[in-house]
């Protein structure tokens, strides 16, 4: 088992910046890959950025440019600085972790950021 807590986020106005965090612990040792996810009201869950454990990473076209993934070994964590956020990007950003061993997925409980003047 994996567990996943988010943290960082917040209100913010537009044109603002945010760090989210991911904390893994647990079976994190199997894990390929990290990512975010985030939900919209009214919309699916969509990938915002992964990062292999290679540190490989990709990001949805509509934040390329703006929001960077990275990762701290050492601390089992995984980042998402968020920049010149907009209104759009409005949302709960889970955190998600991938076992290609086992075919297991986890999330985290997600956290609410809103942009908004």
């Known amino acids: 088992q994996v567990h996943l807590v988010e943290s960082g986020g917040g209100l913010v106005q537009p044109g603002g910046s945010l760090r989210l965090s991911c904390a893994a612990s647990?079976?994190?040792?199997?894990?390929?890959?990290m990512g975010w996810y985030r939900q919209a009201p009214g919309k699916q869950r969509e990938l915002v950025a992964g990062?292999?454990?290679?540190?490989?990473?990709n990001y949805a076209d509509s934040v390329k440019g703006r929001f960077t993934i990275s990762r701290d070994n050492a601390k089992n964590t995984i980042y998402l600085q968020t920049n010149s956020l907009k209104p759009e990007d409005t949302a709960v950003y889970y955190c998600?972790?991938?076992?290609?061993?086992?075919?297991?997925?986890?999330w985290g409980q997600g956290t609410q950021v809103t942009v908004s003047s």
């Open positions: 647990g079976s994190i040792f199997n894990i390929n890959v």
């Open positions: 990062i292999t454990s290679g540190g490989s990473t």
């Open positions: 998600n972790a991938v076992d290609f061993k086992y075919g297991s997925s986890y």
